[in-house]
């Protein structure tokens, strides 16, 4: 299996923690996985989860542990960015989840009134991507056919769009289970 990342943004967690000695658990392990905790960690930030976030991206990495928290990393007090083996067989208990597959599972067929897709202009996924810098194209009124009366409103965005845009944008994949500090290689310190 290929190299996975997780980055440790300054005064985070797995930034106090120091996940070579003590591997990566998830915030509640004995909760059982299921697809809307899987959406809400990812969407929503829910770190109340069983799950652990990884990244095949060592550059997505790179930003968490530079960016990801309110203190810009710096060399006095660097960010770190793990690298986790996670070669066959996996450690006992232990899952991957690709979101992307996970969701798409459970998304209803095309021809369902209610979709996950969006009804807005194609910057609309810009907004998704970064909320911070680009949220006014969440906000940008949908377009509408010429000579419609319907209200004036943002694009629809679902719970399993934006679980979908993120999971793509972070290179994401979801480990349920424990993380074996033996799992874990390098801690780089970053600024």
Do not use: C
């Not at 770190?47 to 990884?54: D, G, I, Q």
């Not at 793990?82 to 690709?98: A, N, T």
């Not at 509408?144 to 965005?157: A, E």
């Not at 979908?164 to 480990?175: M, P």
Request: proline share 10%; no cysteine; glycine share 8%.
């Amino acid at each position: 299996m290929p190299t996975f990342y997780r980055g440790a943004g300054v005064g985070t967690y797995w930034h106090m923690n120091n996940a070579r000695i003590n591997g990566f658990t998830p915030q509640v392990p004995g909760m059982s996985p299921s697809i809307d905790r899987l959406k809400n960690h990812i969407a929503r930030g829910t770190s109340a989860s069983p799950y652990v976030s990884l990244t095949r991206s060592y550059g997505v990495a790179l930003s968490y542990a530079i960016y990801g928290s309110r203190t810009l990393a710096s060399q006095t007090n660097p960010g770190y960015v793990y690298e986790i083996d996670l070669s066959d067989p996996l450690p006992v208990g232990l899952q991957l989840l690709d979101p992307v597959v996970e969701i798409a599972r459970s998304v209803p067929e095309p021809t369902f009134s209610i979709s996950y897709q969006h009804d807005g202009l194609p910057n609309f996924l810009l907004g998704i991507v970064n909320p911070r810098r680009m949220g006014r194209y969440l906000k940008a009124p949908y377009p509408q056919p010429p000579g419609s009366i319907g209200t004036n409103r943002p694009p629809n965005l679902t719970i399993e769009l934006e679980a979908f845009v993120r999971a793509l944008r972070d290179a994401e994949i979801l480990a349920a289970g424990n993380i074996p500090a033996a799992r874990v290689t390098n801690r780089h310190s970053v600024f």
